[in-house]
């Protein structure tokens, strides 16, 4: 009796479990990853640097299952995968971008999770001004609808919108972080 208790989850422990797999489905699950680069420096002829128009291409890995972000070393293979991603764009084109991207799309397989980081920290918004002073605030609106991440520049508060189920395990992830 005392080893099936010593066994036995506790009940917060069990609560986070169930949690965590409703977030990710199946272990198996496909994920994709999507982040926004700016490639206003890429361009050939480059544009100044007061350039304001659009010139950001989404950057996308696939052949991801969850498992490989799931566990102890789950956020570490996230950290490295996306160092990796990022590092290699320096020698792509924007043409081999865009066919990455439109690839990955097309063979997206049912049931893939799909995260998306929203803006960029590195697009100065608080530095801009349209005429009427700059902004105070600023937030991207599609985050509350989708599994997205904002890294917009920011004051002092983030964003995150994930949902009630993915929102738990994203809580004690990041809280059990910062007490290890």
């Known amino acids: 009796m005392r080893l099936a208790g010593a066994c036995r989850s506790s009940p ?28 206003r420096n890429r361009l050939d002829p480059p544009v ?7 010139c950001v291409l989404p950057i ?3 052949g991801y299952e969850a498992t490989t972000f799931l566990g102890e070393d789950g ?4 950290v490295e995968i996306l160092s ?11 043409e ?20 998306t980081v929203t803006g960029s920290n590195q697009f100065g918004i608080y530095g801009a001004d349209f005429g ?22 920011r004051r002092d508060e983030i964003g995150v ?7 738990i395990v994203f809580l004690s992830l990041f809280s059990n972080g910062f007490d290890n």
């Open 96 to 115: 081999s971008v865009w066919e990455v991207y439109e690839e990955g799309t097309k063979n997206m397989k049912v049931g893939t999770k799909v995260l």
């Open 75 to 78: 956020f570490v293979n996230g």
């Open 48 to 54: 100044p640097l007061t350039y304001f128009g659009n």
């Open 161 to 167: 919108s994930l949902k009630r189920c993915e929102m």
């Open 132 to 153: 009427w002073g700059r902004p105070v605030n600023t937030d991207v609106m599609s985050l509350y609808k989708n599994n997205s991440f904002s890294m917009s520049a």
């Open 60 to 62: 996308d890995f696939n």
């Open 12 to 39: 917060e422990e069990e609560s986070r479990r169930r949690s965590r797999a409703r977030a990710w489905g199946s272990v198996d699950r496909p994920i994709r990853f999507i982040y926004a680069a700016d490639f």
């Open 84 to 94: 990796d991603s990022v590092k290699g764009l320096g020698s792509r084109s924007l």
